[in-house]
């Protein structure tokens, strides 16, 4: 079992993480988590499991509350995990009626099939805790494995279990709360090891490293063929265009290299959450591990401004396409002078509707490493009063910060929900981003 997708647990939420009460829980004040349900699945996460929660929620059509005090439910359950050290990946609910005749009210399939379009995989072999009937027969339906734990509902299903017709597994496991099942799971399935990245370049051989060495070097001359037209071509033409024509003209270089990069070094990637990026200008905060993001992500967010040393503008041709692109553009003069140039001309640009890219650790880490997070990007976002992008990803895995040879692989990309600004000081929306986008990198799948 070291499919992808026995390492992925999916938890019921009334009853199995939190209290449930038959009068329905319907605020985030009677939202209280069962003794030791949170630390539990934190343990999970640092594991290297996925946790995802499926959950019915007919309260919702019966009208006993809205989907915003669900989602302020939601976002409490999520922030008690976050501070324990774990993540919940994704939530799934349903909101109908049992007579509404949907598809996802457990124990029918529609939510686990929405978790399996977000998987890109199916779960079958994934564990599935809960503590009700439905719970079971969605397991058994979907061919899970089933846990059931003795709070909320769980007694009273032991016993339906064992009646003729209950359309569930022989075999499913039951504990007297999340957190044994938990310790069950960790131990039954010792998920892969995250593999570092100097273990994973002593796998290749001395010919193998020279073979890498080669296709890095392809890759280097093909992106920077590649620039000629772009600097030579696109550039002088981009002055007849709008700024949004221009852009996409300029960057078709940075979607070229990504191009290139598949094609010589094998190196791929993969986004998720991008139904996060807001509508208006915004504020990313992103992890630095590697060149590849600051590649990637001005096509990932268009317009996108970067921070850059305003030498790089004076260059021919090269330097003016970039110029082009609107960047914030600072003199290394002190640090104090950078940062208020980030700020005056940061607000400038998210007035003029770009978004602006900051990377909070200032330069590259090593992929596993975290840097100290600078609360620059934080004040910009207070100070123009829009929300905060967090990103993470893994390409300092495959691109390393230092040294030639690229690893192939897939970059995973992960786009959280947009963190407001609004009561938060500086210095806790910089702990909100980096505990965010430090957990979901250490939750990352190998891929
Ligand atoms: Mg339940
Ligand atoms: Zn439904």
Known sequence: MT???????????????????????????????????????????????????????????RGYFDSTALQAMHDKMSKLVHKAGGRIEKIFHCPHGPDDGCNCRKPATGMLEQ???????????????????????????????????????????????????AHTDQNTSIFDNLQAACEFIIKQQKPVKKTNLSAKNTHFGVFSRFLLGVRAVLFYLLIIIALLPVSLILTPLGVLFSFTTRYQMITSWNRCALWCLKLCCGISHSVHGAENIPEQPFV?????????????LQTLFTPLSTILKRELLLIPFFGWGLAMLKPIAIKRSSPKGSIRQVQTQGLARLKDGIAVLVFPEGT??????????????????????????????????????????????????????????????AAELTDLCQEWIESTIAGMPDE
């Open 115 to 165: 978790l399996e379009h977000y998987l890109g995989q199916p779960v079958t072999n994934a564990w599935l805790v809960g503590d009700s009937l439905k719970d079971m027969q969605l397991a058994h339906a979907k061919h899970c494995k089933a846990v059931l734990v003795r709070t909320g509902n769980g007694h009273e299903t032991e016993q339906q279990l064992a009646l003729p017709g």
């Open 284 to 296: 990313v905060m992103a992890k630095h591990q590697s060149a590849w993001e600051t590649i990637y």
């Open 364 to 425: 590259r880490t090593h992929f596993g490493q975290v840097g100290r997070y600078a609360r620059g990007g934080a004040h910009l976002a207070i100070d123009a009063n829009v929300p905060i992008l967090p990103l993470a990803h893994n390409a300092g895995k495959y691109w390393p910060k230092k040294g030639f040879l690229k690893y192939p692989g897939n970059i995973r990309v992960e786009i959280g929900e947009p963190i407001l600004c609004e009561g938060r000081t």
């Open 3 to 61: 499919s992808n997708e026995s390492q992925v647990v999916i938890l019921d939420r009334d009853g199995v993480i939190n209290i449930d009460s038959s009068d329905y829980i319907r605020s985030s004040e009677q939202w209280r988590p069962i003794d030791g349900s949170i630390e539990a699945i934190a343990r999970l996460s640092k594991a290297g499991f996925r946790v995802f929660v499926v959950t019915n929620q007919s309260g919702l059509a």
